[in-house]
Nanobody
């Protein structure tokens, strides 16, 4: 069984920064074998892709949505079994519930429907 637990959300002023963390665990789960991603969903909007990092065997390639490119950075901390999302230059449009997700299958990395494991989410609120 796979567990993903997000943390690090909160309230920040526009222009500020937050660092989200996703702790991955499971009896037979090795997160290095999984593509890991962050998605977000704002009130009244559909869930959208934010960022992803491929499994180690696929080179750890990073992907970003156009709206966060240059501001957000995704990374793995293998010592802690976490995937982190450093978010800089935040603006009110970044306000959303942020979810961590994992998949082991060779399915489109940008699509939420590809992911089989999800966390409960952490709220990010950016005030203007």
């Amino acid at each position: 069984q796979v567990q993903l637990v997000e943390s690090g959300g909160g309230l920040v002023q526009a222009g500020g920064s937050l660092r989200l963390s996703c702790a991955a665990s499971g009896r037979t789960f090795n997160y290095l074998w999984y593509d890991m991603a962050w998605f977000r969903q704002a009130p009244g909007k559909e869930r959208e892709f934010v960022s992803a990092i491929t499994k180690t065997s696929s080179g750890g390639t990073r992907y970003y949505a156009d709206s966060v490119e240059g501001r957000f950075t995704i990374s793995r901390d293998t010592a802690k079994n976490t995937v982190n999302l450093q978010m800089n230059s935040l603006n009110p449009e970044d306000t959303a519930l942020y979810y961590c997700a994992a998949k082991a299958t060779r399915t489109p990395i940008l699509s939420g429907s590809s992911y089989s494991h999800w966390g409960q989410g952490t709220q990010v609120t950016v005030s203007s």
